[in-house]
């Protein structure tokens, strides 16, 4: 005859915590506290001395692990833990599970599990976010279009007091901004890429720290700051590439390939660059350049990179078109 043992099933503390949370508060309320007010007592002074402690652990303001409370503690938070028994070692409050109140350890699982479910859903979501998709989602190519439509009456301005016409058709002005928004789509995969998984991973490290849910949402807020200061960076980057771009096309069109070179009046914050500042005093001096034959505007002992105005990251300098006869 064979015997076979099967695996003992365990109770889970989550299967009764609701239940026994809620009994515990039916009887306080309707047994107790009316016997300690005969006795002319604080029913709050009585029982409620781990109130704020409870509170905070579902707030998510102090966290309980492996015998310690961590977290952000008020004065009378760590008044309460004092009075439970909890000491004060090492920037937090120690105290064995056992020895704390059962409707405080009713909260403590219920703020693990609520809190792991909040990091599920959250995960969940950010690893649904598709980069691909994201960055085709954006209506790039017609934001760069208005852009240049807007742009073009300055560039006829100058093109106007040049005595010279130009020619550059819808299609072509339609072309230059497909060109720049496939070219911007790149970086912002790239990146949403990159910080989405950086996301998920600060966000999953908050199951071990207290403060909790103070902690996630300060860590969606600085991830926010990165993306809002990175979205700054690209539009004005590809933006400044799409009208130096545009106006070199305008300017060929019209027969217009030269060009001086403008450079901004720097200050302590924001200096002119060393080789852009040179740039500029060649150009007052009489030196000429091409669209089609960019300078160097990188410095000493930098990789070579030759840019017309405006090409250069975050360059702030101006072509003045020119027409030799």
Not at 88 to 97: D, V
Request: charged letters at 30%.
């Amino acid at each position: 005859m064979k015997t076979v043992e099967l695996s003992p099933v365990r109770n889970n503390p989550e299967h009764y915590d609701d239940i026994e949370a809620f009994l515990t508060e039916f009887f306080k309320r309707e047994i107790y506290i009316p016997l300690i007010a005969d006795l002319g007592l604080d029913p709050d002074k009585v029982f409620n001395a781990q109130d704020a402690v409870i509170t905070a652990i579902r707030k998510g303001t102090i966290t309980f692990e492996k015998g310690r409370f961590t977290g952000r503690f008020s004065a009378s938070i760590s008044k309460d833990l004092r009075k439970l028994g909890a000491k004060w070692r090492a920037g937090a409050w120690h105290i064995h599970l056992s020895k704390l109140p059962m409707d405080v350890q009713t909260a403590i699982r219920a703020s693990e599990t609520r809190f792991q479910s909040v990091l599920d859903r959250i995960d969940k979501k950010l690893f649904q976010i598709q980069p691909d998709e994201l960055a085709d989602k954006m209506p790039l190519a017609d934001m760069f279009d208005s852009t240049l439509f807007s742009y073009e009456k300055d560039v006829n301005k100058t093109l106007k007091s040049l005595s010279v016409k130009a020619t550059l058709s819808e299609a072509e002005r339609r072309k230059i901004a497909e060109q720049y928004s496939d070219s911007l789509k790149i970086p912002i995969r790239d990146f949403t890429r990159k910080e989405t998984t950086n996301l998920r991973d600060k966000i999953s490290r908050s199951t071990f720290k207290g403060n909790r849910y103070e902690d996630l949402i300060k860590t969606i807020q600085d991830s926010y700051g990165v993306s809002a200061r990175k979205a700054k960076f690209l539009a004005r980057q590809e933006t400044n590439l799409l009208l130096a771009s545009y106006k070199e096309a305008r300017y060929a069109s019209a027969g217009v390939y030269e060009y001086r070179w403008k450079s901004v009046v720097g200050t302590a914050l924001h200096p002119t660059r060393p080789r852009h500042k040179a740039l500029n005093d060649m150009s007052t001096r009489g030196k000429i350049f091409r669209f089609d034959d960019p300078p160097v505007t990188t410095e000493p002992g930098e990789p070579e990179r030759r840019n017309n105005p405006g090409q250069d990251f975050n360059c702030r300098c101006t072509a003045i078109p020119v027409v030799r006869f």
